[in-house]
T-cell receptor
Framework: GENVEQHPSTLSVQEGDSAVIKCTYS??????FPWYKQELGKRPQLIID?????GEKKDQRIAVTLNKTAKHFSLHITETQPEDSAVYFC????????????FGTGTQLKVEL | DVKVTQSSRYLVKRTGEKVFLECVQD?????MFWYRQDPGLGLRLIYF???????EKGDIPEGYSVSREKKERFSLILESASTNQTSMYLC???FGSGGYEQFFGPGTRLTVL
């Protein structure tokens, strides 16, 4: 069935280091892959997304890469800061799913001073 | 600025009670969604709606129903609450066809005793 797997479930990095979170998806026809950030006690918010006709997208310190052949996409955060500490969710739109997102299980990122 | 609100931040109910969770959005979005969020399980879709009086089952609809009588309002109903429905419930909305970004409400933490 439609599935998005996300790894790792927890990630701890030192401030200034890079963080990478990876997701794999099951439907090769998927065409939209967003990333949401949820800070403690707050609602999830979209931070970056990528469509299937693009291999990479950057926005300041964050970037998303997409490998359609391997059916995986990754979130890259460079020069991490304490405010990057949050839960990150990847998601995908599956064929025939309309606007329905299927989410990964989340990654708890902790940036340590 | 999109605003999605939920009727309660915290709710405590007893087993067997009928529970109503309300969600309202003020941006004339066609699509509305209900998720539950549990540690390690991510965001799981319960029900969604693409139009007034229209509803579709998500991945975990058992024990829940929904109502969408007006475009801006989407209600989640627990017909007979059970302890395994203790969770964080998140509502979201998005624009019509092609509007993939979902805007989330603040969530309702429901405890069923």
């Amino acid at each position: 069935g439609e599935n998005v797997e996300q790894h790792p479930s927890t990630l701890s990095v030192q401030e200034g280091d890079s963080a990478v979170i990876k997701c794999t998806y099951s439907d090769s026809a998927s065409n939209y892959f967003p990333w949401y950030k949820q800070e403690l006690g707050k609602r999830p918010q979209l931070i970056i997304d990528i469509r299937s006709n693009v291999g990479e997208k950057k926005d300041q310190r964050i970037a998303v890469t997409l490998n359609k052949t391997a059916k995986h996409f990754s979130l890259h955060i460079t020069e991490t800061q304490p405010e990057d500490s949050a839960v990150y969710f990847c998601a995908a739109i599956f064929t025939g799913g309309g606007n329905k997102l299927t989410f990964g299980t989340g990654t708890q990122l902790k940036v340590e001073l | 600025d999109v605003k999605v609100t939920q009727s309660s931040r915290y709710l405590v109910k007893r087993t067997g009670e009928k529970v109503f969770l309300e969600c309202v959005q003020d941006m004339d979005h066609e699509n509305m969604f209900w998720y539950r969020q549990d540690p390690g399980l991510g965001l799981r879709l319960i029900y969604f709606s693409y139009d007034v009086k229209m509803k579709e089952k998500g991945d975990i609809p058992e024990g829940y129903s929904v109502s969408r009588e007006k475009k801006e309002r989407f209600s989640l109903i627990l017909e007979s609450a059970s302890t395994n429905q203790t969770s964080m419930y998140l509502c979201a909305s998005s624009f019509g066809s092609g509007g993939y970004e979902q805007f989330f409400g603040p969530g309702t933490r429901l405890t069923v005793l």
